[in-house]
């Protein structure tokens, strides 16, 4: 695939304050670039992949053992624990070696 743009070098920032609030999927972000994934400063870029089903399999493969925190009764949905993947399914970096976290639907939903 031939990028438009093949010269520029995209940037993807992170602000866990900026609208929507996502600050505990940024917070999880940062620790694992700070463990050195893919996408760290300096460290093999993230390279976006554009095919869904690829996508979904990164997921599935991340996620696969991830077993959600139980909820208390009557707690939202967006509020429920979630599987958070790093680098992204929707990434070649991502997939079964991505760092996995605990993040609540709603910041994970927002942040991307």
Aim: hydrophobic share 40%; with cysteine.
């Amino acid at each position: 695939m031939t990028l438009p743009y093949p010269a520029v070098n995209p940037v993807f920032l992170l602000n866990g304050a900026a609208t929507p609030a996502s600050p505990l999927h940024a917070a999880f972000v940062k620790s694992a670039l700070a463990a050195g994934k893919p996408g760290s400063p300096g460290g093999v870029p993230l390279t976006r992949l554009y095919d869904p089903a690829r996508a979904v399999a990164n997921w599935n493969a991340a996620c696969k053992n991830f077993v959600a925190n139980p909820s208390p009764p009557g707690t939202p949905a967006d509020l429920r624990d979630s599987c958070d993947e790093f680098p992204f399914a929707k990434t070649f970096e991502g997939g079964a070696n991505s760092a996995v976290g605990h993040v609540p639907l709603r910041d994970n939903t927002n942040g991307g």
